[in-house]
């Protein structure tokens, strides 16, 4: 059974920082390609950043790049968002994702999403 466990979630000030991982089981983790993507109360589900399955290539959404950086360790099945300079706009459910194709940013076809995990910004 896949299962895939967000934490590292919680409340934190604007500027802030915050690491989410994500820990992967029942999947040969270093065949995945990875991503991470949230949904604020309101609005639709997006794109925030992925990693291939190596950690050679990242990539992120526009409004996040600069501040947070997404890596991986294939050792331990995991994959990590660390988040800079938080802003109240960035206040939604993370959500990792896995998939053993590349995806372009618009898609939410994966193969496995986590549970979520809640990042408040405060301002």
């Known amino acids: 059974q896949v299962q895939l466990v967000e934490s590292g979630g919680g409340l934190v000030q604007a500027g802030g920082s915050l690491r989410l991982s994500c820990a992967a089981s029942?999947?040969?983790?270093?065949?995945?390609?990875m991503a991470w993507f949230r949904q604020a109360p309101g609005k639709e589900r997006e794109f925030v950043a992925a990693?291939?399955?190596?950690?050679?290539?990242?990539y992120y959404a526009a409004f996040v790049k600069g501040r947070f950086t997404i890596s991986r360790d294939n050792a331990e099945k995991s994959v990590y968002l660390q988040m800079n300079s938080l802003k109240p706009e960035d206040t939604a459910v993370y959500y990792c994702?896995?998939?053993?194709?590349?995806?372009?940013?618009?898609?939410?076809?994966?193969?496995?999403w986590g549970q979520g995990t809640q990042v408040t910004v405060s301002a």
């Open positions: 990693i291939s399955w190596g950690g050679e290539n990242t």
């Open positions: 994702a896995a998939d053993l194709r590349p995806k372009p940013p618009a898609s939410f076809d994966y193969d496995y």
């Open positions: 029942g999947l040969t983790f270093s065949s995945y390609y």
